[in-house]
């Protein structure tokens, strides 16, 4: 087998294998928002305590808010 061949030959695996990096990437984004979110969750008070020492108004929604928000687009960056 020649070279340009083999470099052709690699050059099309490597196009057919394009949608790995962006199924890992995907895959770890939506992880870290799911992790986050689902300990945000957990903690719901001390969460919606620092809101208040931030100065956010209503902080007990606007912390669940946050946090389901956080969780639920972790899910569907997961998903795809």
Request: glycine letters at 12%.
């Amino acid at each position: 087998m020649t070279l340009p061949a083999r470099i052709d030959g690699a050059l099309r695996r490597l196009t057919d294998a394009q949608w790995v990096p962006q199924l890992l990437v995907r895959l770890f984004v939506g992880y870290f928002f799911l992790e986050s979110g689902w300990g945000k969750i957990h903690n719901l008070d001390d969460f919606a305590e620092r809101f208040a020492g931030w100065g956010i108004p209503a902080p007990a929604f606007n912390a669940a808010l946050s946090a389901w928000t956080e969780f639920l687009g972790g899910l569907l960056i997961v998903l795809g």
